[in-house]
């Protein structure tokens, strides 16, 4: 099983994917945690470059080559095998992420996106996508930077992120049989458990 952690800065993707990595695990599961950009040697040396805020020069193709060759590297080098050996994957942030700040963010036609992901993806695609959804960016980048996470993508305006949000609002409305949309401003528990008992259940299912 695939399954991907989605939202704007901020909105607890890394917390919950902690928090499901911990119970499957403790449940007997084999589960592989990862997050993009990165996850092999190679994507996080490119993710380096991506997050770091003094490239300013960058421009949005450049930006969304880079993202599609750390992600390719990520699938071939450590996802496929995971689920070839029936370990449950889950990923802060996949394709879904290139779509929403590349396109809906940057502007990038999606035809040109989606053109690019089907060559890095090969049409691979998660199981289950969480969505934790924050209807105020804003909220989500103080919470940044409270922990003094500051990148290049927390130094843009305002307006960047509310497109990023809007953008992954219509993704997952294409896409309701993959998408799980959850209120970011819940309580991390209250997440967690509505999470977790979503994912116990698809496995029980898919048995």
Known sequence: MFISFEGTEGTGKSTQISYVFRELTALGYKVFKTHEPGGTFISEEIRKILLDSSNTAMTPITELLLYNAARHQHIQEKIIPALQDNIIVLTDRFSDSTIAYQGYGRGIGLDIIMAMDDIATKGLRPDITFLLDINDPVIGLKRNSGIKKIDRFEL????????????????????????????????????????????????????
């Open 156 to 207: 843009e305006e305002i307006e960047f992120h509310k497109r990023v949000r809007q953008g992954f609002l219509k993704i997952a409305q294409m896409d309701t049989k993959r998408f799980i949309i959850l209120d970011g401003n819940l309580a991390q528990g209250e997440i967690s458990n509505q999470i977790i008992t979503i994912i116990k259940d698809t496995i029980n299912v898919s048995k």
